[in-house]
């Protein structure tokens, strides 16, 4: 990534064979797989290796494209903000719904946004959670899927 121009030549981050194992360990290779491919997004404009991955209805997933594609929509870019686990854990259980749930919190660091002309037009700084959130995935066929990604939601039961 530079501050003179959009990044080139990045490599889409390799799936770890660790990552298509249907086990806590195989979860949590996927699960950073899946944010080194949205660092991958983050850097190049594509989100297509995400999606792969990803349900279309993840409605966090669906955030950060929009927050990304008009970025770039505009001739723009952007560096660092490279997102990294900061904190795991799963019950490997799997749901309901037909997921297994694992809590993570993250770790991002600051962003720079830049219009075409290469002007500095907005600094995000560090983020780092101070609470966990949901990361919902299903194993089917022999690989992870994400199915959404964000807030933990709370039940008024």
């Keep these: 990534m530079s ?33 080194e491919l949205l660092n991958y997004a983050y850097a190049t404009d594509d989100l297509q290796p995400l999606w792969a991955v990803t349900n279309p209805g993840c409605r966090t997933c669906q955030n950060i494209q929009e927050s990304i594609t008009e970025v770039y929509a505009e001739g723009g870019w952007m560096t660092g903000g490279e997102v990294s686990l900061d904190g795991y854990y799963t019950k490997f259980r799997v749901n309901i719904h037909g997921s297994v ?21 907005n600094e995000l700084p560090e983020h780092v959670d101070e609470e966990a959130n949901l990361f919902r995935a299903t194993f089917v066929n022999g690989t992870w899927t994400t199915v959404d990604y964000g807030p933990i939601p709370i039940s008024n039961d």
């Design 101 to 121: 749930d694992a809590y993570v919190s993250i770790k991002q660091a600051p962003v720079d946004v830049y219009n075409e002309a290469g002007e500095l037009i």
């Design 3 to 35: 501050e003179a121009r959009p990044a080139v030549n990045i490599a889409v981050p390799e799936k770890p064979l660790l990552a298509d194992e249907n086990s806590i360990e195989g979860l949590k290779a996927f699960t950073e797989w899946w944010f």
